[in-house]
């Protein structure tokens, strides 16, 4: 049975791992007065940085068009089985929604749309073990079973620069953005049930990368940690430090550096730092 991986753009899958595994992005847009972006495609993340520097207005985001999905899962059903098709928390995005619809619009082929609960790469995550089981010949519903399974071992947590994105996005009350920004708090950020939560409240940048960075080595400790990836927001120089750092301890454990691409930027703001990492 061949099966065919897809993700959407917010998984910001490096290029060569997207080549490696033969994964199929769909990109969302984001969206600057009466200009829409494709992610990845009209807009790359740096320009995308400093266009947010030289607007008066935060940009919104578009999720893609049931229409998108319909064409790719077409192209794909000509060489392919069944489509696993995984995505970024319904919580943030109707993405997974979308994805779903559009599965049960297409003939000749099963879609089984996947709700990551997460997003950026540890989203990826989900797409790569995806893509590596199928090449293996494994079964829809083993892989299925099996991303379940990731989501006890997935460990993402996030520091922002700036609360003052979370808040006009949504994604964080007003109160907390206020305090933040007044206390200097660089919280410790992470996802539960698919939503940005709070994890730990944390005076400054240093000590709050230093947190994080001092769980990932108790689990490396502990467990056997499959893969880390460290995710920057327009500022890769901070996050190659970190990789560094780790694997000159830890040179067996596999690490990618990722990024905040426009759509997760337009939330987080410029010089966001994230560290995720799964176990065995």
Request: hydrophobic share 40%; net charge negative.
């Amino acid at each position: 049975m061949k099966i065919a991986i897809v993700t959407d753009s917010t998984a910001y899958i490096p290029e060569d791992l997207v080549k490696k595994y033969n994964i199929h992005i769909i990109p969302l847009s984001v969206v600057f007065g009466d200009d829409s972006y494709r992610e990845g495609i009209d807009l790359s993340t740096e320009a995308f940085y400093q266009k947010v520097k030289e607007s008066e207005n935060l940009p919104s985001t578009s999720q893609p068009a049931i229409g998108s999905f319909v064409e790719l899962y077409e192209e794909l059903a000509n060489q392919h089985d069944a489509i696993i098709s995984i995505h970024l928390s319904k919580k943030f995005s109707g993405t997974y929604e979308a994805a779903k619809t559009a599965g049960t619009m297409v003939e000749n082929i099963e879609v089984f749309a996947y709700d990551s609960e997460l997003s950026a790469m540890p989203q990826g995550f989900y797409a790569i073990e995806a893509a590596e089981m199928a090449q293996a010949g494994r079964t829809v519903d083993y892989i299925l079973t099996k991303l379940d399974e990731m989501k006890s071992k997935t460990r993402s947590y996030f520091m922002v620069d700036d609360l003052s994105h979370l808040q006009r996005g949504g994604r964080l009350n007003s109160a907390q953005a206020i305090l933040g920004s007044l206390l200097n708090i660089k919280p410790v950020l992470h996802i539960v049930d698919g939503l940005i939560v709070p994890f730990e409240k944390i005076r400054t940048r240093k000590k709050a990368i230093n947190r994080i960075m001092g769980m990932l080595e108790e689990d490396v400790q502990q467990k056997k940690v499959r893969r880390v990836v460290f995710i920057h927001a327009n500022n890769e120089a901070a996050v190659l430090k970190l990789r560094d750092q780790f694997s000159d301890k830890y040179h067996d454990i596999e690490t990618i550096i990722s990024y905040f691409g426009p759509v997760i930027g337009t939330h987080l703001g410029e010089d966001s730092i994230g560290v995720s990492w799964y176990t065995e």
